[in-house]
């Protein structure tokens, strides 16, 4: 079993749907979150950092962190064709100097 | 500020070869990570850097290898290619471990 497990899609959505793309952890010791977006041929970028259970929001992006569920979740609000890539989860643990990503979820927003 | 560099861009090589890519951090930045992307594995993290010394490496056998200068650059090593070492390789820098990671455009690959 993968440490952490991500649905790859694709999904797709008409544009203005509000998205949802999850991950699940095994390891509950896990305590730093993130979310990444990596468009094609492109390196990925950080959309949202956390670090404790509960939402964080920045602009038309929502991260939510379910300790006790081991499962973390980003909303899209208002999505956007540009929105058009794949999101990646990724975490860790203090002291391990290694992050662990999920595979990426194919998002496709349709115009 | 200048992004997370990495050359070359596109490799092609053929099984037994030996291939080096370099990465340059963001200014400032001491801590580098190296990660293996494909397909199937999806993002796999290959070894990190502080100030020269390796903290930590992934599950990859000991033809992957690197090394970081005192500049904070870092080149990645793979020896005796096989076919399933064809993948985009990504570098990310940051502050130290735990700060925002930063990402480069990564170097793909192929084996033939």
């Known amino acids: 079993q993968k440490e952490v497990e991500q649905d790859p899609g694709p999904l797709s959505v008409p544009e203005g749907a509000i998205v949802s793309l999850n991950c699940t952890y095994s390891?509950?010791?896990?305590?730093?979150f993130m979310w990444y977006r990596q468009y094609s041929r492109k390196g990925p970028e950080l959309l949202m950092y956390?670090?404790?259970?509960g939402n964080k929001e920045d602009g038309r992006f929502t991260a939510q962190v379910d300790k006790s569920s081991k499962y973390i979740s980003l909303f899209i609000r208002d999505s956007q064709p540009s929105d058009s890539a794949t999101y990646l989860c990724?975490?860790?643990?203090?002291?391990?100097?290694?992050?662990?990503f999920g595979t990426g979820t194919r998002l496709k927003v349709l115009a | 500020k200048a992004g997370v560099t990495q050359t070359p861009r596109y490799l092609i090589k053929t099984r037994g070869q030996q291939v080096t890519l370099s990465c340059s951090p963001i200014?400032?930045?001491?801590?580098v990570s190296w990660y293996q992307q494909t397909p199937g594995q999806g993002l796999q993290f290959l070894f990190e850097?502080?100030?020269?010394?390796?903290?930590n490496k992934g599950n990859f056998p000991g033809r992957f290898s690197g090394r970081q200068f005192s500049n904070s650059r870092s080149e990645m090593n793979v020896s005796t290619l096989e076919l399933g070492d064809s993948a985009l390789y990504l570098c990310?820098?940051?502050?130290?471990?735990?700060?925002?990671?930063?990402f480069g455009p990564g170097t793909r690959l192929l084996v033939l």
């Open positions: 956390t670090y404790s259970s």
């Open positions: 990310a820098s940051s502050s130290d471990w735990g700060e925002t990671q930063y």
């Open positions: 850097y502080f100030s020269e010394t390796q903290r």
């Open positions: 990724a975490m860790t643990l203090a002291g391990t100097y290694k992050y662990i």
């Open positions: 390891n509950s010791a896990f305590q730093y």
């Open positions: 200014s400032g930045h001491r801590s």
